[in-house]
Every structure is written in structure tokens, then in C-alpha cells.
């Protein structure tokens, strides 16, 4: 293995630099910028069982440092996603994390038995924490024993590795995230947005046409760095990180607080390169500190 | 009314960070910003870039979606001040790095043969009918254009205009060309052999639009959604299309025919970003 290579709860991955759901469409995208398979994996756009049209505009605003959305989870169906997007990465080479929902665990179970179908999916990620629509996420992620359950259920399902994607917003999220671990999770993804709001005083309305929604971006950073530690410690099983991670610089701090990979969200939105900048910037890393990725997991040290 | 020639496929997108060549002020408000890009950058009138200062850091943090009034080694922008990023932009000195990720979307479609471009302009919307009557008069088709503002400080690059089209102005207080809003003007132009290309407020495009529907005239739209990629993956842009669901103004857009854009739905767009009438 490289000095970049990581091993993600069974899945090797030939660096640490995902991209996050929702933040790189289905990775399809980017071919006048770079060649996606460059990275660690790509977690796709969150897929459900019918395709969704997503919520009414305005969907985003820029708030101080970060940003807040509610897309309304808009993808294009499992079944087109398997169609015409999958093929296409799978002859590419690309690591593909699949990101699922759905309302009911049967829901969940439907994907993954549809997603079981066909090759070059790596892994699945439960989005059990999506703060925009009414039914299908949060409610999962906020309690233990429902998250358990999508879990096992999915765990059933597929040969492959599920990770579990966890709400900030959980109450207790060390039990959510120790239930998910007895469930069968290979890993957890943390964080998902928080929710957040903008007013307009010039208008005096909500910027947002679904008032709320997830709040992402560097100013979220720290939140998630926090957290990202916190579930290191609950679980033995390994913690990717998501949160304002935008450069390389940022990717080491969840590394030395204990992920064992990364995933670069609004970045992208900022840069289309900010994902294969930060494997650069590792390597450069790694290269100035004689250290491998590997060495650099959990290394914090004690102030 | 004929279906109009297809829109030929985009140029490559790229990220580019250039410094700033040139600024020039147009009063307060208005500024346009030039880019040093040897390299080149190639577009089609109607596409944009989203400009990002590498001085700016991580506020203001997302990019801002602009028109591109020129493309080439020297590509131009005109930029009016409503928030912190304009602001940036309006305040940034020659040499300054900017990232400019392009040229993004769809521009507008082509003009059918035998047809004369009405292009009907608002503000700052003028940037992308600017770049489109200029290309029509290399191509020997001068356009006629409407161009309104509240008053004649809002009329930027109009005597750019003048030298490239047949222009009539109108504005609100009535303090240059005639009083009133670009319909006041529209009516008698809009005859069976013309077709509409129209970038500005909101409001005003779906008032053109309506007219152009009225009067069975192909109508042009540039829609100014919110955007925080620009290239299609967050899903941000969306705006509601008559034929039911959300389509993307980065991808599909920001030209589209009117005919696809459920303005009814998207008044509510303008009151929400607070743009004006
Ligand atoms: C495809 C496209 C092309 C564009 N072309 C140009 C152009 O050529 N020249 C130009 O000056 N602007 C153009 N815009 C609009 C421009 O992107 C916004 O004005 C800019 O992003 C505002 O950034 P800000 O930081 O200054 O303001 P912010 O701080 O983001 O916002 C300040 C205020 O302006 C409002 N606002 C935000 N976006 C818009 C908008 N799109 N239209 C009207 N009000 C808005 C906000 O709701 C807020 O009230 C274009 C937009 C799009 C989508
Ligand atoms: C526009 C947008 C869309 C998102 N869509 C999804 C999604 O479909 N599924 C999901 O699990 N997370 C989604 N997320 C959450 C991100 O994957 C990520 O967890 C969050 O944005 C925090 O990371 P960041 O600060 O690096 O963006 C979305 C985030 C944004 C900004
Ligand atoms: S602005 Fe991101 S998809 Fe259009």
C-alpha cells in the first residue's frame, strides 16, 4: 500500500479523499476538470427508489463562512442511476460509495437488493440524517433503535460494506452510533448538515422557500471535528469524516483526531479540484514528514 | 411558429485563476472587470463564469455567477454592486488573482435564418445581450434592442450598444429615452419577423415573455438563479418549467425559451432573493 493507501472497515481505498454526497453530483461531471478515479472514492448524490424532483427554489444561500441548502434530496432514481451513471464509472475505475434513503426500512432494503444487481458499487452509506424533507432520514439517525434496524436490515441485504451516515442532531449520538456498530456497520460518515435558517431584512422573509436547512461549509468545521472525535472514541469500527474539509490542512486534522478517511463537501463548490488538491496536498505531506496516511490516524497529541 | 435552430454543443469548461487586467467604473454601481488570460478562454454569448477572489478566503465563500460580456484572451465582465462579493469585485485592483470557472451553461440559441434578434435589456442584464448583438454584427444581422432602467444611471455600456444596434431606451422617471418600462417600447417592434432575447429583472422577463407569447414571437430568457457550483452538482439552480418538475439554470440554462419557464412559480423567487421589480 502507498503511503496515501487507507483501508476503510474492509475497503481499500487508494487515498482518504472522498467526495461527500450531494456535493459532486454522480461524479459524471467532471470530466473537463479532472479524472475522478484519481480520488479516494466518490459518494454519489443521494439515491432513492423513484426518482424525486426535490424542493422549490431558492434551495441555497450563502451564510457566513458556509452555506445553507434544502434540496430536497432531487436524484435521479436508483434505477437511472444503475443505468446510465454507473456503467460509466465502473468502466472508469472510480471507487463508488453509493448514498442511499428512503422512509422505511423496507425502502432501504429495495436499494440496496437494487444496487446488489450490479458491480462497482464499493460500499453503501445510509443516509439516516437528512435534515430537508419531511419523511426519510432524520428520524432514523436520531434514535437508536430505528437505526439499528435499517442497519441490520440493510446489512442483510448486500455483501458489500454499509456505512452510516449520522445527524449532528441526534441527541445521544454515541448510542445511535454504538447501535449502528452492533447492527453490522462496517463504518461511520459523520457529519451531516446542521439545520440552520437566513432571514432577509430587506425583504423580511425567509431566504430559504423550506425555511430551514442544512447548514455546511468551513465555518461547520470545528462542530465536526468534534464530533468526529467524540464517535472515535464511542466505536472500534472506523469514523470518515465530513465538515468544512477543504484543503489538505483540514483533512489532517480529522486524520490526527482518529478518521480513517475524509470527504470534501461544499468545497467542491468553490473549486471543482478542491477534492484531487487535497490528495496533493497529503502527499506532499506525507512526503515532508516521512509518514504514510496510515501513521497519521489517531496521532493527535495530547496538548 | 417554426422550432429555431438548435444550439450548437458547448466548449470545454475549465478552471482558471487570472489576475485582474482592468477595471473601469460606471458610475457607482456598475464596474466592468477585464481578465489577463493568454490562454484564452472560448465561449458562446449567453454562458457565464463563476468568479471567486483568491483574496476572499472562506467569506465571501462561494463563487459569484456572472455573464460573460466578452470572452478571448481578455475576457469581461460587467458587475453591479448588491452584496458583499459584488462589492469585492467592484473594489478589486488590476493584478488582484481571481479564479473564473468556465464558460458554464448554455448560451443563447441562434437566430433562424431571415429573422432580425430583438433583444430587450434590463440593467445589468445587458452583459449577455451585449456579447449577442456584437456577434450578430460580425455576422452582417445588426439587431434592435430595448434597453430600460429605473433612470438613466442604469443604462451601463448603452452607448456600446448604440454603436453595434438600433437602440431605443426607456426609463422609469423618464430621465432618458421614453418614460416607462421596456413594453412601452416592445409593442410596435414586436412584428412576426423578430425574435426575443431578453436578460433582466425577473418581473421583466416574464412580462416580456408573456408578450412575445401574445404576439406568437420565439422569446429568450437568461435566468439569474441562486447558484453555489455553477456546473451542475449541487442542485441549487433549480427553476420550475411548465412542463412539470425543476430543471437546472446552470446546465440547461441560463439561456432557455421561454416557453419552458413557469414564471407564475418563480415571482416568488425574486421576492425572496429581494430582486426588484
Ligand atoms: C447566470 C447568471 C449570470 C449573472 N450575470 C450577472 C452579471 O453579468 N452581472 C451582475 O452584476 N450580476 C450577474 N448575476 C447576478 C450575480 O451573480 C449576483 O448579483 C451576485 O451573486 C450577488 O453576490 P453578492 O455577494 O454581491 O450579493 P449577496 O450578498 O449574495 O446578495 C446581496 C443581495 O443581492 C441579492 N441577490 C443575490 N443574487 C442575486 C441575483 N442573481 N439577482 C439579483 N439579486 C441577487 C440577494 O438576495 C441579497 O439581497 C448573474 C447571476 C446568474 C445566475
Ligand atoms: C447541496 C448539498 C446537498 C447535499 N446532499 C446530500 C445527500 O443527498 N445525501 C447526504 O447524505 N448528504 C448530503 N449533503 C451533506 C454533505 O454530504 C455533507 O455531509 C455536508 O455538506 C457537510 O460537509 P461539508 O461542510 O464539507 O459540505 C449535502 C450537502 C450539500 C451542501
Ligand atoms: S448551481 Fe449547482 S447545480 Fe446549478
Redesign the interface.
Known sequence: MSALGVEVGGLALKNPVLTAS????YGL?YD??FDVAELGGICT?GLSLEPR??????????T????L?A?GL?NVGVERFCVDKLPVLRARGVTVIANIFASSVEGFVAITERLEAEAGVHAVELNVSCPNVTHGGIEFGRDPKLAAQVTAAVRRATRRPVWVKMSPEAGDLAAVARACEDAGADALTAINTIRGMAI?P??R?????NRTGGFS???LRPVALRIVWDLVSAVKIPVVAIGGIGTARDALEFLLAGASAVQVG?A??????AAKKVVEGLARYCEAQGVSVRELIGGVRSP | MSSPPPKPAPP????FTAPLLRRESIGESYHVLSFDLPKGLIAQAGQFVMV?GQEWG??????RPMSLLTSGTAPSLLIKVVGEGTRRLARANPGERF?L?GPLGRGWRPLSPGKRALLVAGGVGVAPLLYLARELVAQGRRPVVVYGGRSAQDLPLDDELARVAELHVTTEDGSRGRRGRVLVALEELLTSDVEVYTCGPERMMAAVAERCREAGVPCEVSLE?????G??????????TTEG??AYACVEGPCVTAERVDFT??A??G????VAP
Do not use: W
Not at chain 1, 22 to 25: P, Q, R, W
Not at chain 1, 53 to 62: A, D, K, S, T
Not at chain 1, 205 to 209: D, F, G, T
Open positions: 450531494g456535493t459532486f453530483g461531471e473537463d476538470f448524490k424532483l426535490g424542493n422549490p427554489p431558492v434551495r441555497v444561500c450563502e457566513p463562512s458556509g452555506m441548502n434540496i432531487a432577509d430587506e425583504t422573509s425567509v431566504r430559504l422557500a461549509g468551513p465555518a461544499t467542491s463548490f468553490v473549486d471543482p479540484l | 470545454p469548461r475549465r478552471a471567486h472562506q467569506a465571501p465563500l462561494l463563487p479564479q470557472l438563479t441562486p447558484m453555489a457550483c456546473y451542475g452538482v449541487c442542485l441549487g439552480c433549480a427553476f420550475k418538475g425543476y412559480q418563480h416568488a423567487v421576492k425572496a432573493q429581494g
